[in-house]
């Protein structure tokens, strides 16, 4: 049987190579903290409110009479069926959840609203209508990527299609920080780098931008997938699936240990050679997150 390796695993061995020896021997990660499930619970709100928008949008196939009507549905249905939900999966966290409802509230309607006046002024420029629809909305979202060839397996956050027939490739973060994703900047390009090669060889087009939508203030990041970085992504894919062989490698040292103050395996690195066989046991179990979308989706 081939054994596949996921893009978060590959970008996070360019990270740190314990950080993926870490993921590799207990792959569903540490207890889930309060900041980690919140995030869990943006990143599926705001793909499945960019799916519904999509809908409405191309329904007619011209610019919705009644999108502010839509708007305030699309948003109050959204983030009461996740509510709904994260009570069943994340029950111990719920208050944590409702607390944050307000203010996601708020974001998804300066996002709709930022979207629709771009619509807009794109559409006075004569571009058509699917076009502009394809622009702003993504054409798949929650991809999931198998190559048998490459040996990777995973799943894209949204993917849009161009009207120049190219790819773009998007993945959803929730950083609190800038600083936070500054340091993590060179791993999220190599899962971005990634999803571009799995793209390009499922849809059999050229996909060479990829970016970053950050849910806390709406802003996005774009990069450049060179010839380059997919070159190399292979070589860091074949280290990452190897990184057994050698035994738990050490922690970072020197500039590269600034890295550790913003892990989220932390705790379980600092504390490896302390854990129990029942702690070890529980890595082992399928991940909340994974029950959440067999509901959503």
Not at 56 to 74: G, H, M, T
Not at 125 to 145: C, H, K, S, T
Request: proline share 4%.
């Amino acid at each position: 049987m081939k054994e596949f390796v996921s893009p978060t695993l590959i970008a996070s061995y360019k990270y740190c190579p314990r950080l993926c020896y870490l993921n590799t021997v207990f792959p569903h990660g540490d207890k889930k903290s309060t900041g980690t499930v919140l995030g869990i619970f943006e990143h599926e709100v705001f793909g499945k409110h960019a799916e519904l928008t999509r809908i409405d949008w191309l329904k007619e196939n011209q610019i919705p009479k009644d999108e502010v009507f839509q708007k305030e549905q699309r948003i109050e249905k959204v983030l009461e069926y996740a509510e709904n939900i994260a009570k069943e999966v994340y029950p111990e966290f719920i208050g944590d959840i409702h607390n944050t409802v307000e203010n996601l509230q708020f974001r998804l309607g300066c996002i709709s609203d930022m979207r629709f006046q771009f619509l807009s002024q794109i559409l006075e420029e004569g571009m058509p209508y699917e076009d502009a629809v394809n622009i702003i909305l993504p054409w798949r979202v929650e991809q999931w990527f198998k190559s048998d060839k490459l040996g990777i397996r995973g799943r894209a956050d949204a993917i849009y299609r161009m009207p120049d027939s190219t790819l773009l490739i998007e993945d959803i973060k929730s950083h609190n920080k800038r600083l936070d994703a500054f340091i993590h900047k060179e791993e999220i390009k190599t899962q971005l780098t990634a999803y571009a090669v799995l793209a390009e060889e499922m849809f059999n087009m050229p996909t060479p931008v990829a970016r970053i939508f950050y849910s806390q203030d709406l802003s996005t990041e774009h990069f450049h997938i060179s010839d380059e970085d997919k070159e190399e992504l292979i070589q860091i894919k074949n280290e990452a699936k190897n990184v057994l062989e050698n035994g738990l490698p050490p922690k970072l040292s020197g500039k590269e240990s600034i890295k550790c103050k913003f892990c989220y395996k932390r705790n379980l690195c600092f504390g490896f050679d302390r854990r129990t066989d029942d702690e070890v046991l529980d890595q082992t179990k399928e991940p909340k997150q994974e029950q959440w979308k067999s509901q959503w989706r």
